[in-house]
């Protein structure tokens, strides 16, 4: 028992903390099952290594700031049509963010592009991934207030570090001039080096006015493009699902610049 106690505090000096309480549960089923040496080593160990990347995922999750956790399982592609089933599929490798691509979900509200947006943000999540959210007004009030204080530099890092920047609601707020090019500077630095996934109700036409300048707007437009997944998604919203279902078409037509 001395030797038991001896090997639990040398876990526990090294860090071992699942392990060193799993330990004795462990030496019962290894006597148990009469497992060798090695099989009783390696799911200690194993016990350790999952209890630490379930923390990992947890951590991480959390520092996401993901709205929800909505699943890509969760979404009823019978629903929406337009989008091709296949390319999400793919999306969900995660091999466009291997290639530091881009994918923007654009459609009108309730389609379902937040949706995507954090299924996805889930898949890059589980296989260890760094992961932000943010919607693009919180995105450009939280530099502004940097800025204000000097620390934009700073700021900017954390919208650059993670391997996938979900950018939310592109669309609903029109930016300043001095605001636009935050969000270009924004995109020109993560442009090659890691992946965003953006949505936005409005076309691409529109993002000259959106930005208050067209010129940056088609330098910004081009960044994003050039390596991207454009999903265009056309439909009812999901949100009148079940009013639809109900037969009830009272409800006023959806046009891709209404707000939710
Ligand atoms: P958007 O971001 O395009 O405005 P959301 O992703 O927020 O739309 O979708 C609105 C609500 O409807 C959310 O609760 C979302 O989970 C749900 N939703 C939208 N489309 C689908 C779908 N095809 N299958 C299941 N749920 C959906
Ligand atoms: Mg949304």
């Known amino acids: 028992m001395v030797e038991l106690e001896h090997a639990r505090e040398l876990l526990m000096t090294m860090k071992l903390y699942t392990?060193?309480?799993?330990l004795d549960a462990h030496l019962e089923q290894a006597s148990h099952e009469q497992q060798t040496y090695l099989h009783f080593l390696d799911a200690l160990l194993s016990s350790e290594q999952m209890e630490r990347s379930r923390k990992s995922q947890e951590t991480r999750l959390k520092l996401s700031r993901l709205p929800h956790r909505k699943q890509l399982e969760d979404f009823d592609?019978?629903?929406?049509?337009?989008?091709d089933k296949r390319q999400i599929d793919e999306l969900a490798t995660l091999a466009f963010t291997a290639r530091t691509e881009n994918v923007i979900l654009m459609g009108p509200p309730g389609v379902g592009?937040?949706?995507?947006?954090?299924?996805?943000?889930?898949?890059?999540l589980e296989t260890g991934m760094v992961v932000y959210y943010t919607t693009l007004s919180h995105l450009?009030?939280?530099?502004?207030k940097a800025q204000?204080?000097?620390?934009l530099e700073r700021r900017f890092g954390v919208y650059l570090r993670p391997a996938v920047l979900v950018i939310d609601e592109i669309g609903y707020t029109q930016l300043s001039r001095q605001e636009a090019e935050l969000f270009f500077r924004l995109v020109s630095d993560r442009y090659?080096?890691?992946s965003m996934i953006l949505t936005s109700n409005k076309y691409f036409s529109d993002w000259g006015e959106l930005l208050s300048d067209n010129v940056l707007a088609t330098a910004l437009l081009d960044r994003l493009l050039h390596h991207a997944h454009v999903i265009n998604i056309r439909g009812q919203t999901y949100r009148l699902k079940d009013r639809l279902k109900a037969g009830i078409h009272t409800?006023?037509?959806?046009?891709?610049?209404?707000?939710?």
């Open 19 to 22: 392990a060193a309480e799993l």
């Open 77 to 83: 592609f019978s629903f929406q049509p337009s989008i």
């Open 113 to 124: 592009k937040t949706h995507l947006a954090v299924g996805l943000a889930l898949k890059a």
């Open 140 to 144: 450009i009030d939280d530099l502004r």
């Open 148 to 151: 204000t204080l000097g620390k």
């Open 192 to 194: 090659e080096r890691g």
């Open 251 to 260: 409800a006023p037509p959806v046009t891709i610049s209404e707000e939710s």
